[in-house]
């Protein structure tokens, strides 16, 4: 399948993990990384109304579109109509967003994070129609969605709706064949209906950036001078089909590190390759809850626990050694969904008569309790 965005550098700047002082936005180190971005030829912006509670948008308004012609850069926003009240609410988010930027129009323009619960919202609001007449009006220049679920659904909305020119997947080589995440079998999903992917969460939200040190190894020798998220980035950055990897970069170190090995981009060698195929295998050794994410133990929940998503919790933690991180997917599986925590557990049982792995489910909620509630 050929590549329309072909002509667009590998790497985007994910606008979600600003510089910060206090609650505010650091503009000062914000320009310079966008200088910095500019000037080694890169071009990808990423935003979204929500991020930084707002900020990230007004910012990008300061530190690039007010410095830059329009014609520079390709800036890309989102809109959350799942955490909107109405319609009408929802649809005000796309002239917010407008106003915030400066932008004039915005080059990608994404339906904010599709899957779950929270596909239903864009359905009833009729989102999907009001975008097309933004893009017809030239408001928009190419129009998506980003996507965090499993393949099946992803199968469905893009049945749905042929219309969208792209995709945007959580993929990494962590999560390449996680049975929670399905970044191979999404990818796969997005290339059979022809689409371009852009790659979001490629160092899995910085995790991918420090390993075991057994795992760190493996990279050291097959490259000394390599950092470790640099391979996360080109694996990512290795696949076909993709429009750009987007990286959350929060500071100028980041930035110039990124910048070293993506300005003369090169894919992964065959080698190359082989050395972090040997870090997935280290990965899935590891001792790990061997939850498969079936979520037949919460069908019987009395009390609506997010088993699997706790477990998604635990094993970040015991893979990563990133308590913050782990922290974050743990409030975002239990009440950022509408379930119920770990200690909520009853030790009725019924989970553990349903579990095709034989997990000792109440034994690990009672450790997971211990670990993000104390």
């Known amino acids: 399948m050929e590549n329309r965005y072909g002509n667009i550098p590998k790497l985007g700047f994910g606008l979600m993990r600003l510089p910060m002082i206090g609650e ?114 030239g408001l928009i220049r190419n129009l998506g969605f980003s996507f965090h679920d499993k393949a099946a659904l992803l199968d469905e909305i893009l049945t749905a709706h042929p219309e969208m020119d792209f995709v945007q997947l959580q993929i990494n080589y962590a999560d390449w064949d996680n049975p929670t995440i399905e970044s191979r079998l999404c990818y796969e999903t997005a290339r059979k209906h022809g689409k371009e992917i852009i790659i979001m969460e490629p160092v899995k939200g910085g995790n991918l950036s420090a390993l075991p040190e057994n795992l760190e190894n493996i990279f050291k020798a097959a490259d000394p001078d390599a950092s470790v998220s640099s391979w996360a980035i080109r694996y990512a950055a290795s696949l076909e089909g993709i429009i750009t990897v987007l990286s959350g970069m929060s500071n100028i170190s980041q930035m110039q590190d990124n910048l070293s090995y993506m300005k003369a981009f090169r894919p992964l060698s065959e080698e190359e390759r082989e050395a972090v195929q040997k870090v997935q295998k280290g990965l899935s050794k590891l001792p790990t809850v061997p939850c498969t994410a079936c979520a037949y133990c919460m069908k019987g929940c009395p009390e609506n626990i997010a088993i699997y998503g706790i477990f998604q919790a635990v094993n970040l933690l015991k893979t990563y050694g990133n308590k913050e991180s782990a922290g974050g997917t743990y409030q975002w599986s239990t009440e950022g969904h509408g379930w119920n925590k770990a200690s909520a557990c009853i030790q009725c049982g019924k989970c553990e008569e349903v579990c095709p792995q034989h997990i000792q489910i109440r034994e690990e909620l009672k450790k997971a309790a211990a670990i993000f509630e104390s």
């Open 24 to 137: 505010d936005v650091d503009i000062e180190q914000t320009k310079q990384m966008v200088d910095m971005f500019l000037e080694a030829g890169f071009t990808y912006f990423d935003t979204a109304y929500g991020y930084v509670d707002g900020k990230s948008e007004v910012a990008i308004k300061e530190a690039l579109v007010d410095r830059y012609p329009r014609d520079k850069f390709l800036l890309a926003t989102k809109l959350p109509a799942w955490d909107a009240k109405d319609a009408d609410e929802a649809k005000a988010m796309f002239d917010t967003s407008l106003k915030r930027t400066g932008a004039g129009y915005f080059d990608f323009y994404l339906l904010h994070n599709l899957g779950e619960h929270r596909s239903q919202a864009f359905d009833d609001f009729g989102i999907w129609d009001f975008l097309a007449e933004k893009k017809a009006q």
